[in-house]
Structure formats: structure tokens, C-alpha cells
């Protein structure tokens, strides 16, 4: 029997994968359309109304702040090359409660100005079919509508780009004059390292809480600080209903402690009723914050620091001058608040829209 060379088995098992290339699933009828894209222009709902152009579907979520980040990148590819026959199509699938309500899908695709179509996938049917994992995830499909590249979270972006071109090229080789956009890898050792996503209530079995108090999940629990948290946990003060996607402030005296080290924070927060905004003093080592660590969402009185939290999403906290370890207070001034999760930025991560 003749023995192959592995670099031909390589190569013919390359070729394989691509002649039986992967066909883009549809998107599903139950999904809800937010056609934020050109006005007069219709917009195709399905993955073969697309035939013909190079098109990305991203799963994103809009409390998300790897998907935020990610925004800026898509935005420089979506100007560049749109005119030539490229087209996104962002599929949102929420990760909390809140992210299973349009009005607030509509609202975050309105505030984040998406300048493609978005579809809420509000059963999960489309995330299902793709088998996404994650957010942000791209998967780039060529005219054929077969997907040729798919990419979990953010990170590759040179590569992604350099494969948008290559399937446009053919029918504009005028791209080739257009500048790629510069290289950058924001997981460089330079970046810093900082805090894994925290979640505060025990989502997927990652909860962050650390008191030593026993409580039982959905009942009012009376919990009380016991010396620091360690880093990437949380201790609670106070009274508190814990749930799986986050903690509930039950009194005016509850307050949440994190030890994170980061360059930025960002806490996913929502209210009872949005109606009736919750005033959450912030407090970094014990302090109100300076102006200068101070996230976009951040206002300042007499009193110090505060957030003014009344929509569900996610509010820019922390944005120190530097990479470093502090203690993050949040202390909820009415019940009614609850914490799902925080997030963070390192050194490299501070250049984009925070809308």
C-alpha cells in the first residue's frame, strides 16, 4: 500500500473540508426583525436574499462588553467595504432575562447605532442552528452562502478582514487599494491581565458571592461583611435575595464589595421598576471616585460618586489611568437594585464608543 506524505494527507483533507463546505442555516421565522439598515432599502430575511454578496451574521448581546468593543472593528469594515457587496446581519440572543424583551433589544441596537439589520432571537432558534457558543461570534458566508471562517469572541480580526477581501476581490479588484485596517491584539502580554467575568448569582455555576452566611436562593437573606473579598469575588451587606442570574437589594443599607484588578469595570445592572431610578454610590478603596477613574456612566454631588441605574444594561463604571488591583463598593441607596454581573477592560481595550 502506498503511504501518502503528511503534508499531502494535510492538503487533501483541506480540500475535503472546503468541497463539502458548511451552507449557512436561515434565520428562523419566529425571529423579530430590526431593520436599522439603509432607509428605503429592504432588507433580505433570509440567508438566501443574500446570494451574490459576502455577509457576516454576528451573534452579539447587548450587555455584553466584548460585543461592544467588537462593534468598533465591524463598523471600519462595514464603511470600507459595504458598497462593494458586504453585509452584516447582527443576531441578538441575551444571556440575562432582559435580554429576551425587543424593547430593550431595539433600544440597545438604537443606542449603539448599528447601521446593519439586526434580528432578535428570542427563542435561541438561530443560535441553536449556528451551535454558537458565545458572544461575540462571526461567522463570515460567501456568495454561495456557504460559511467560510467563524471566529469566537473577539480577537483575529486581521484574518477575518483579509478573507472579506478575498471574496469581494473577484468582482472589485479595486479593494485592493483599500486600507486594511492596522494590526492590533488587545490579549497581548503588554495588555495586562485582568479579573475574569465575575457573575454574581450562580450562573452556570460561576457564582462570585463569598460571605460565609448560608442563604437560599430566591428568599430574603441577611448577610454581613467578613474582611475582604478575594480577587474576581464578591461580598454582600445586608439584605440581599440572591437568584441565579444576579442579586437583589432588599434594603437602603445593602452594599456590594469586589476586589478586581483591571484597568476598567463594568457592572450589568437593572431595577424593579425602571420607572423609578436607584441612585448606587461608588466607592473604590473606600473612596468616592476622581473624576479621573471615573466610567461615562458615573455622575458627581455633594455627596460623591454615584450611577443613576433605570434601564437594564450594562453601565461604565470604573476607567482608571492605569492597570491595577482596587476594592469596587457599590452601595444601592433603594431597594429594588440587582447586580448580574461585572466585566473588564485591560490597558488595550479602552478605544471604542461607549455608548
Not at 503528511?6 to 472546503?18: G, M, R, S
Not at 451587606?237 to 469595570?265: I, M
Not at 466607592?283 to 476622581?290: R, V
Amino acid at each position: 500500500m502506498r503511504k501518502w506524505p503528511i503534508l499531502v494527507i494535510f492538503l487533501l483533507l483541506v480540500a475535503t473540508c472546503f468541497a463539502q463546505a458548511t451552507k449557512a442555516p436561515n434565520f428562523s421565522p419566529d425571529a423579530v426583525w430590526i431593520d436599522t439598515g439603509e432607509a428605503g432599502k429592504k432588507i433580505p430575511h433570509s440567508i438566501k436574499g443574500y446570494g451574490g454578496q459576502v455577509l457576516i451574521v454576528e451573534f452579539w448581546e447587548y450587555t455584553c462588553i466584548n460585543c461592544i468593543r467588537d462593534f468598533a472593528v465591524l463598523k471600519r469594515w462595514y464603511a470600507k467595504y459595504h458598497q462593494y457587496g458586504f453585509e452584516i446581519i447582527g443576531v441578538h440572543y441575551g444571556e440575562f432575562p432582559m435580554g429576551y424583551k425587543i424593547e430593550n433589544v431595539r433600544r440597545a441596537a438604537k443606542r449603539f447605532e448599528l447601521p446593519w439589520p439586526v434580528v432578535a432571537d428570542l427563542k435561541g432558534d438561530i443560535w441553536n442552528a449556528y451551535h454558537s457558543e458565545a458572544w461575540p461570534n462571526r461567522y463570515l458566508i460567501n456568495p454561495n452562502g456557504d460559511i467560510v471562517m467563524h471566529i469566537e469572541g473577539e480577537g483575529q480580526n486581521e484574518e477575518m478582514e483579509l478573507m472579506i477581501r478575498k471574496l469581494l476581490e473577484p468582482n472589485h479588484p479595486e479593494i485592493a487599494k483599500v486600507p486594511l485596517d492596522p494590526p492590533e491584539n488587545t490579549f497581548a502580554p503588554q495588555c495586562g491581565r485582568t479579573t475574569q467575568e465575575t457573575y454574581v448569582g450562580d450562573f452556570h455555576g460561576r457564582g462570585a458571592i463569598a460571605n460565609s452566611q448560608s442563604y437560599t436562593y430566591g428568599a430574603v437573606a441577611d448577610l454581613h461583611l467578613a474582611g475582604e473579598p478575594q480577587d474576581g469575588r464578591v461580598l454582600l451587606d445586608g439584605k440581599w435575595v440572591v437568584a441565579r442570574d444576579g442579586a437583589t437589594s432588599e434594603s437602603k443599607e445593602a452594599k456590594a464589595e469586589l476586589r478586581y484588578h483591571a484597568r476598567s469595570v463594568y457592572a450589568v445592572l437593572s431595577v424593579d421598576n425602571p420607572k423609578k431610578p436607584v441612585r448606587i454610590d461608588v466607592l473604590q478603596d473606600g473612596k468616592p471616585l476622581t473624576q479621573s477613574e471615573a466610567g461615562v456612566d458615573v455622575h458627581f454631588d455633594a455627596r460623591g460618586s454615584f450611577i443613576e441605574v433605570s434601564e437594564p444594561r450594562m453601565y461604565y463604571v470604573i476607567k482608571n489611568p492605569d492597570l491595577g488591583s482596587h476594592l469596587l463598593t457599590l452601595q444601592p441607596q433603594e431597594h429594588g437594585l440587582a447586580l448580574h454581573s461585572y466585566t473588564y477592560g485591560n490597558n488595550c481595550q479602552q478605544d471604542f464608543q461607549q455608548l
